[in-house]
T-cell receptor, first 112, second 111 residues
Framework: NAGVTQTPKFQVLKTGQSMTLQCAQD?????MYWYRQDPGMGLRLIYY???????DKGEVPNGYNVSRLNKREFSLRLESAAPSQTSVYFC???????????FGPGTRLLVL | GESVGLHLPTLSVQEGDNSIINCAYS??????FIWYKQESGKGPQFIID?????DKRQGQRVTVLLNKTVKHLSLQIAATQPGDSAVYFC??????????FGKGNQVVVIP
């Protein structure tokens, strides 16, 4: 099992550009999450999907959209990137909401 | 890789000694707790978990202790090794359909 995979690993964007971060899990988990991590601030939840077909806002959803494409895949879209969105983005999954989450390797995003 | 440990409390420990990492949680209704390890440039990795009906749980070289009276969680690592150098953070399940993560502690193992 690959666990949770994320693409791309690194990305540089100019302000105003758009992009989609991809996440897939092969553990048959019901719930998936997107976090951002900034130095000294810990993980902050952007959006989550408790089960296929549902999505909900987390702590910092502004400037982002998500799509739960199927049970395996959960994508995060930045429609118009801003320098404040420079961060490391982690996708995670869990069997059920609030159970142990397993994380992907992250996407490092720099917005100029 | 980038550092996620900037401005975090740092514990320096000699190789072979035991490490104790502490976490204070905020919600007395939290019923499930998890410890994660994050190495530089990598995603968080599950270490061990504990439910609120337990005080102690042991894994391989790690022990988690839960003190609900003072809302305190600790992770003990036995015979610390260089590969244990990382940021460690706790997470609590507080009933909001999500986990709440702490900011973490940086552990530096001195060879």
């Amino acid at each position: 099992n690959a666990g949770v995979t994320q693409t791309p690993k690194f990305q540089v964007l100019k302000t105003g550009q758009s992009m989609t971060l991809q996440c897939a899990q092969d553990m048959n988990h019901n719930s998936m999450y997107w976090y951002r991590q900034d130095p000294g601030m810990g993980l902050r939840l952007i959006y989550y999907s408790a089960s296929e077909g549902t999505t909900d806002k987390g702590e910092v959803p502004n400037g982002y959209n998500v799509s739960r494409l199927n049970k395996r895949e959960f994508s995060l879209r930045l429609e118009s990137a801003a320098p404040s969105q420079t961060s490391v983005y982690f996708c995670a999954s869990s069997v059920e909401p609030q159970e142990t989450q397993y994380f992907g390797p992250g996407t490092r995003l720099l917005v100029l | 890789g980038e550092s996620v440990g900037l401005h975090l409390p740092t514990l320096s420990v000699q190789e072979g000694d035991n490490s104790i990492i502490n976490c204070a949680y905020s919600n007395s209704a939290s019923d499930y707790f998890i410890w994660y390890k994050q190495e530089s440039g990598k995603g968080p990795q599950f270490i061990i978990d504990i439910r609120s009906n337990m005080d102690k749980r042991q894994g391989q070289r790690v022990t988690v202790l839960l003190n609900k009276t003072v809302k305190h969680l600790s992770l003990q690592i036995a015979a610390t090794q260089p590969g244990d150098s990382a940021v460690y953070f706790c997470a609590e399940r507080n009933g909001n359909n999500r986990l709440a993560f702490g900011k973490g502690n940086q552990v530096v193992v001195i060879p």
